[in-house]
């Protein structure tokens, strides 16, 4: 039974994750099989020593800017790899140290924002490869993009630049998936229950460009519009295509600095991934965030020891596992094995995959990320669920992943503090001159706004009871605003009666 929602899951994953390790890759300024390597490695390595049953890791483009620039700054790619490989002990101890807890502290709403911004990031990324416009590398998920562009400029380019091929393959591939999601949803045909649409949907675009480009030259899909992996002719050439840390010079300040900065970002983005999984799976499981850090510091130890990217869990790949039917992290691992299969053995295969077709992958499982309802559920929540969900896509929409995270963050907080702060002392007026004031949990100087407002509006001649019999605790500054109001009631013709506040 797992094997049967575990095997289709992980082939969804593999097409999912196939482009996104080369797009990174190039986007990153490294060889394209250090992607594969990564890829590789988040699927079989990490994926056997995390506890999420859903999350997928792998390279992740939120860090192609700092592998871009660290590169860079430190002169050579195996002095970068070393880099990632100190990056990898960092996170461990940082799991050893139950540093994961940190993840159980961001917002529901913002999570739920994430998931609908990536979404729709998916969604309007992957148009112009639907159409055949492929300037921008597959798994940008940037608002600005390293081609000049941005994501709705980028749309709009496409539009005037369609391509009749990559339309037609991206249209049918969409009606494929709907057809096998529709079926499976029925489950009455059990075709559509044990082969994955995905699969379906990829082999029958390979096979739409080639009749294309036998007879109908015009129309066939080449170069760029398709999949592109280098094709060792040997194991000595496919040898060659890897590279090896290298030694670094432990006092360099920018070595440490750079291991550092790849540790904290790719701890964050893992954490965010793994909480946003979990929301996805069906079986509500919980993976343990410290484990995963354990986890994903083991993964870049290894994938940097054999020339691959840094790996964070990622969640455009986590959400189509998830949404894909898996049971277990044992599709996680297949992936990774199937990645591994096919790029040493049918690499010059892979290169006839239109990216036509992974594009209406790609918008499929979009559009499960963003689905209509989690919008009316964020507005049935009311303004402090709606406000921080809405602001944390348009974040996302307009920056990328980390600053759009951080952004959400900050201001679901603030809806937070400030709910807790209006929650935190309750003002009951019986309309017959008696008033209750209430301290529901703790209260310190952060509450002595709501409390001297509350204060300030008591009508003369009335009865105030001040009740903190239900607070553990209360802020020796909430304590001299009870004394001053205490002393100052006599002027005001007013009453104070106090219970469970030592004054």
């Keep these: 039974m797992v094997l049967k929602k575990d095997l289709p899951s992980a082939l969804v994953v593999y097409l999912v994750a196939l482009p996104l390790c080369l797009g990174i890759a190039l986007a990153s300024g490294v060889p394209m099989f250090s992607g594969i390597i990564a890829g590789v490695v988040g699927g079989i390595v990490v994926g056997s020593f995390s506890g999420s049953h859903v999350s997928v890791s792998g390279p ?17 790619f195996p002095l970068f ?43 309007l990324k992957q148009i112009p490869h639907a159409i055949g416009y492929d300037a921008d590398f597959e798994g940008d998920l940037g608002f600005a993009q390293a081609n000049d562009e941005n994501t709705l400029t980028s749309i709009m380019h496409s539009l005037r630049l369609i391509s009749p091929a990559a339309l037609i393959i991206s249209t049918l591939c969409l009606l494929i998936l709907y057809i096998f999601e529709s079926q499976k949803k029925k489950g009455k045909i059990t075709f559509f229950k044990l082969v994955p649409g995905p699969l379906v949907a990829v082999l029958f675009g390979v096979g739409l460009n080639q009749f294309f480009e036998s007879f109908v030259p015009s129309l066939g899909l080449g170069g760029d519009h398709l999949v592109s992996l280098p ?19 432990f006092s360099n300040g920018t070595w440490w600095l750079i291991a550092f900065t790849i540790a904290l970002v790719a701890s964050l983005e893992s954490l965010l991934s793994i909480e946003a999984s979990d929301k996805l799976d069906p079986q509500k499981r919980i993976t343990p965030a410290s484990r995963e850090l354990r986890a994903q510091g083991i993964g870049n130890v290894v994938s940097g020891f054999l020339g691959g990217l840094p790996v964070t869990s990622v969640i455009v790949r986590s959400s189509a596992n998830a949404t ?26 892979l ?28 507005y049935k929540k009311g303004w402090s669920q709606l406000i921080p969900f809405v602001i944390t896509i348009l974040a996302i929409l307009f920056t990328d992943l980390l600053i759009g995270i ?6 679901g907080l603030a809806f937070v503090m400030v709910s807790n702060f209006k929650s935190a002392i309750i003002s009951e007026d019986d309309g017959e001159g008696e008033l209750k004031i209430s301290f529901k949990k703790d209260v310190s100087f952060l509450n002595k706004a709501t409390l001297l407002s509350q204060l300030s509006k008591v009508p003369q001649g009335y009865t105030v009871w001040i009740d903190g019999s239900q607070a553990q605790w209360i ?21 104070v009666k106090t219970t469970g506040i030592k004054l």
């Design 351 to 378: 290169n006839l995959i239109p990216l036509a077709c992974l594009a209406a992958v790609l918008l499929q499982v979009g559009y499960k990320l963003t689905r209509p309802s989690l919008y009316t559920e964020a």
């Design 81 to 123: 790899l070393s880099a990632v490989m100190a990056a990898g002990v960092i996170q461990y101890i940082l799991g050893t140290l139950k540093a994961g807890v940190i993840g159980y502290f961001f917002p529901n709403s913002v999570i739920k924002g994430m998931l609908a911004a990536i979404g729709l990031i998916l969604i």
């Design 475 to 495: 802020d020796n500054d909430i304590k001299e605003i009870v004394k001053e109001f205490q002393s100052s009631a006599t002027d005001k013709d007013l009453i």
């Design 60 to 76: 992740a483009a939120g860090l192609t800017s700092i592998v871009f620039f660290a590169i860079q700054d430190l002169g050579s």
């Design 231 to 249: 094709v060792p002719e040997n194991f000595e050439e496919f040898k060659g295509y890897l590279s090896r840390p290298e030694m670094p010079d």
């Design 324 to 349: 894909s039917g898996s049971a277990t992290r044992f599709s996680t691992i297949m992936h990774g094995i199937f990645l591994l299969l096919t790029v040493v053995l049918i690499p010059t295969y």
């Design 406 to 411: 951080s952004v959400g963050i900050v201001v």
